[in-house]
Nanobody, 120 residues
Framework: QVQLVESGGGLVQAGGSLRLSCAAS????????MGWYRQTPGNQRELVAS???????NYADSVKGRFTISRDNAKNTVYLEMNSLKPEDTAVYYC??????????????WGQGTQVTVSS
């Protein structure tokens, strides 16, 4: 069973930085696509950034140039470096893994979420 554990959220002033981490259990991390999503109350979860097993990245337009996603396959960890934070970045951030393999009929996993709050 795969588990994803996020850390690094918190309260920061506008213009500040935070780094989120997501540690994955199991042995399928390096072949899996990883993503960071965020959600605010009453809204759908939206993709912030993703990175394939091969390292190809993709970003939402709203975070391009400010956020950087990276992965360390030796540590089974994906990171989201967030710079120049804005109040509109305030949300619960979720880590996601999509594996090319189905384990127990499942290949899509989510972390528990970590709160990021940006004050103006």
């Amino acid at each position: 069973q795969v588990q994803l554990v996020e850390s690094g959220g918190g309260l920061v002033q506008a213009g500040g930085s935070l780094r989120l981490s997501c540690a994955a259990s199991g042995n399928i991390f390096k072949v899996s696509a990883m993503g960071w999503y965020r959600q605010t109350p009453g809204n759908q979860r939206e993709l912030v950034a993703s990175i394939t097993g091969g390292g190809t990245t993709n970003y939402a337009d709203s975070v391009k140039g400010r956020f950087t996603i990276s992965r360390d396959n030796a540590k089974n960890t994906v990171y989201l470096e967030m710079n120049s934070l804005k109040p509109e970045d305030t949300a619960v951030y979720y880590c996601n893994m999509v594996s090319p393999f189905r384990l127990g009929g499942k290949n899509d996993y989510w972390g528990q979420g970590t709160q990021v709050t940006v004050s103006s």
